[in-house]
């Protein structure tokens, strides 16, 4: 049984999260679009009671010009307008910040998803990295032993080449004591039927 490779491990792994995790974000999206869906609602209703506020004030302000004490009339109009303003504005309010606390959950989620797939390549480009160095270390590994080979045959050959030298220097030495021995001996027969 042969063992995948850790990079296709690891994209196998890569590849199956998301859809695993694709079940948790579709339940989190729907989530999301029923709060921002409320965040919407009450963002409007908020508007909408401002705007029958603002109405109010105006027909209560525009009445006590009929008032005679227009000024303290308009200012009691006035401090009605805040107090019933304020609610309005606090609905709007938590309806920006339930849709700023989507955003900020949504990028989150996005940075975790960039960080995620971040450490899986990383992850990847180490294994390749080490499969880069294993083969590099196998390459000079070769070259090594080739090397090797090559400087044992170049002995060989040398040691070859000596003794063949060594033996041609025998024969050779060999051959001029026999012609030595060969002059000497027709010296030697000439000087003895010379005498």
Known sequence: MSVP???LLILLLALALPVAAGEGDAAKAADRQARLANAEA??????????AVEQSYQAEKTACHAELLVTHCQSKARDRYVAAIRPARDKENRAHAMVLQIRQEERDERLQDKA???EAEDADLAVRRG????????????RAARLAEKEAQAEAGARKRQASDEAHARKQAEHERKVAEQIRRHQAGQAAAGR
């Open 131 to 142: 499969d880069a160095e294993a083969a590099a270390s196998a390459a000079e590994a070769r």
């Open 42 to 51: 009450l963002e409007q209703q908020g508007r909408a009671e401002q705007a």
């Open 5 to 7: 490779h850790p990079a």
């Open 116 to 118: 995620g797939r971040q």
